[in-house]
């Protein structure tokens, strides 16, 4: 079976630094996609970074540009989110996700949830002000 683990979250203070891991079991990576989304009390998830494993490229939310970088290992089946500059509004629980194909017009559909089919648990980030 497919699954996606997300791990890495916990509390850190403004400004401080987090690196989230997404190791993926039961398929491969190569020729997909993976996303990161997260989700806070009372709001809708939305997407944060995204990589397309078929042409190596990447979104990023405006929110986070500049301060979240997204890579994979792919021989090892893990895309990491490294978390610079946090600040308070990026408190959610964040999930990685995978599409069960490719995902067609990448940088139309990269922050659709309804694009991805299998989903990790979430990890919780907490920033502190």
């Known amino acids: 079976d497919v699954q996606l683990q997300a791990s890495g979250g916990g509390l850190v203070q403004a400004g401080g630094s987090l690196r989230l891991s997404c190791a993926a079991s039961?398929?491969?990576?190569?020729?997909?996609?993976i996303g990161w989304f997260r989700q806070a009390p009372g709001k809708e998830r939305e997407g944060v970074a995204a990589?397309?494993?078929?042409?190596?490229?990447?979104n990023y939310r405006d929110s986070v540009k500049g301060r979240f970088t997204i890579s994979s290992d792919n021989a090892k089946n893990t895309v990491f989110l490294q978390m610079d500059s946090l600040k308070p509004e990026d408190t959610a629980v964040y999930y990685c996700?995978?599409?069960?194909?490719?995902?067609?017009?990448?940088?139309?559909?990269?922050?659709?949830?309804?694009?991805?089919?299998?989903w990790g648990q979430g990890t919780l980030v907490t920033v502190s002000s």
């Open positions: 996700a995978a599409p069960s194909r490719p995902l067609l017009l990448f940088n139309l559909w990269a922050f659709s949830p309804s694009k991805y089919d299998y």
């Open positions: 039961g398929f491969s990576f190569g020729g997909l996609a």
């Open positions: 990589i397309n494993f078929y042409d190596g490229s990447t």
